[in-house]
């Protein structure tokens, strides 16, 4: 194999609106979609002579997202203020934390590579620091044509609203890994209920930095770097995966041609245009980056004892990845099924333990979860928590199954009776279908029959193809729907080696 | 070292101040002078004192998480210089 052109370098800095009724340091509310500007006071609007008080459920929504990132919390933190001017920040200034963030050097474990070969990669992350979010532009396409109106519009009820912005190391080696980063760090951010994390919303944001690592021509040399690109403006993690996967070749195409490497041009911010596919560069004034952040003397630090670190650290619940460890090691399902239930969310990682100690067994569970459950909430685009059958119809279900009182094939009829029914119990669902466990005398009876009306499927068989019994399968279930295959197909092959 | 002109000049621009040229050349002899104060007070040997991070001697001044009532819109937009019946209006920003 020849050795890549390039390698990707990436680090990601993630926004993630913490889940606080009030604002970070105002008690206005955080709700996503009021009417503009009904949701702000003089602190958020930024006017002289206001006071910000800082939300305590913020602080702790943070050590409790610092701690499951395996961050160190500080004892000592403290805010400041970062300067610049845009409309949407009315203060001209975004309090922020510069020095001394609430959580230091974490990391995320996220699995690479497919399946078969798939291994386990730490992402160290540099800090999570506490911030307040600006308000929104709305461009008036109205005023657009009428040159005397001014043609923005500011919405300020998102302004003050608390995020966590979460900045990883450039340990991130390719779009695929980005993805694997994103999707692990929100499954553990919704197990911790610290966030909707809904992009749509603006509940969690990316910016992407990338560059590109050439190898050096001389075997002594280092890789060469090129500049680092910050790339705003991903919508979706596909938006961060494309963004990504163009943002480095574009980086190793614009090298071939110039030759700078990193130091020998500036910094970019590009933003990604998911219509086209590229990324352009973004309007940037010369002194954009100068933030002259300073401590804001407005707030007084946050000290935060050790006891109460561990009082968060006690109260943290079962991270995703522990509790797929727990699902292979206490339940014996394979590592990909406990992998596919896990990422689905908390609620139907509980649902699915909850069919467990109803008394099914953790391998059926395990698959009814996965095609039964997960497909029919796919179809009705539904959540766990409005699904019709609850794990205690299901796991009577199962446990019918089990016991040999109803094949799969009837199981799946009493499933569709349940969802389409959420009234009926599951012995009546059972009932309802005429479900009756066939005895075995009648079952050898019929497949005695199957047999004699069928000489050319036994003629197969005994020239050695086993498998021509599945065509009597069909002809079984017609004259008794009761009837299980498994047991139409051993009884028939029983019939046909004694004769 | 002092301040000059330039630094000056760009940092009325982050301040989004507009400085005539005798505003400039009077902003910067000021500045110069407060700027001599810090250089002043770094003579001070501060060896083995923690850094002060706040000139009060307070911490962890929280507030609960509990609604309290936002103004009204009508009054929030009451002093912008431009706004409709929603929103503050501000000249196009791309
Ligand atoms: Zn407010």
New binding site residues.
């Given amino acids: 194999m020849n050795a890549p052109e390039y390698t990707t370098i990436v680090g990601l800095e993630v926004h993630v609106q913490l889940k606080t009724a009030s604002?970070l340091?105002?008690?206005?509310s955080t709700q996503f979609g009021a009417p503009p500007n009904t949701?702000?006071?003089?602190?958020?609007?930024g006017l002289p002579g206001s006071l910000p008080v800082l939300n305590a459920q913020a602080v702790q929504l943070a050590m409790r997202t610092g701690l499951a990132l395996q961050c160190r919390i500080a004892n000592f933190t403290k805010w400041d203020r970062k300067n610049y001017f845009y409309p949407d920040l009315p203060k001209g200034y975004q309090i922020s934390q510069f020095d001394l963030p609430i959580c230091a050097e974490g990391f995320l474990e996220i699995e690479i590579g497919s399946e078969a070969t798939a291994t386990r990669k730490k992402i160290r992350l540099v800090r999570a620091h506490l911030e307040e979010d600006a308000g929104k532009s709305l461009h008036d396409e109205s005023a657009t044509r009428d040159r005397k109106k001014s043609d923005t519009r500011i919405d300020l009820n998102r302004?003050?609203t608390p995020l966590l912005e979460i900045v990883s190391e450039p340990d991130i080696r390719s779009a695929e890994e980005a993805k694997s980063y994103l999707t692990e760090l929100k499954l553990l951010l919704e197990y911790l209920d610290v966030s909707d994390c809904n992009m749509q919303e603006g509940s969690l944001r990316v910016d992407a930095n990338v560059n590109v690592h050439i190898p050096n021509k001389d075997p002594n040399g280092k890789p060469i770097a090129t500049p680092i690109v910050e790339v705003k403006n991903l919508n979706s993690f596909r938006a961060v995966e494309r963004a990504i996967q163009y943002e480095s070749a574009r980086q190793y195409q614009l090298w071939q041609q110039n030759g700078l490497s990193i130091g020998q041009a500036p910094k970019q911010t590009r933003g990604w245009d998911d219509q086209d596919g590229i990324t352009t560069l973004q309007r940037e004034k010369e002194e954009s980056a100068d933030y002259r952040y300073f401590p804001d003397p407005d707030l007084v630090p946050v000290l935060i004892e050790e006891s109460e670190i561990d009082h968060v650290l006690q109260s943290l619940c079962e991270l995703p990845q522990t509790k797929r460890q727990r699902f292979v090691s206490e339940y014996q399902i394979k590592p990909y099924d406990a992998e596919v239930i896990v990422s689905q969310g908390l609620a139907i990682a509980t649902y699915f333990e909850s069919l467990i100690k109803l008394g099914s067994t953790p391998k059926r569970a395990a698959a009814w979860m996965q095609q039964d459950v997960l497909r029919t909430l796919r179809d009705q685009d539904i959540a766990i928590d409005q699904f019709a059958v609850t794990p205690c119809k299901l796991a009577g279900l199962l446990v019918a199954i089990e016991s040999g009182k109803l094949d799969t094939t009837r199981g799946r009829e009493v499933f569709n009776q349940l969802v389409q029914n959420p009234q009926i119990e599951v012995e009546a669902a059972i009932d309802s279908l005429g479900i009756v466990q066939v005895d075995n005398q009648a079952m050898e009876q019929l497949c005695a029959e199957l047999l004699a009306a069928n000489p050319d499927v036994v003629e197969k068989v005994k020239s050695g193809n086993a498998k021509a019994i599945g065509s009597l399968v069909g002809q079984a279930k017609k004259k008794n729907p009761n009837a299980d295959p498994r047991v139409v197909q051993e009884l028939c092959l029983t019939i046909i080696n004694a004769s | 070292m002092s301040l000059d002109r330039a630094q000056v000049a760009k940092i009325a621009l982050l301040a989004r101040l507009s400085l005539s040229e005798q505003e400039l050349d009077s902003a910067t002899e000021q500045l110069g002078k407060i700027v001599g104060l810090f250089r002043q007070l770094e003579q001070v040997n501060t060896d083995g004192i923690e850094p002060l991070v706040h000139a009060i001697e307070l911490h962890n001044v929280l507030a609960a998480d509990q609604l309290a009532p936002?103004i009204e819109r009508e009054l929030a937009l009451k002093n912008a210089p431009s706004a409709d019946d929603e929103c503050f209006r501000v000249n196009a920003v791309l």
Avoid: E
Avoid at chain 1, 25 to 28: L, T, V
Avoid at chain 1, 39 to 45: R, W
């Fill in positions: 604002k340091f105002c008690r206005c949701q702000v006071c003089p602190v958020c609007l302004t003050g | 936002s």
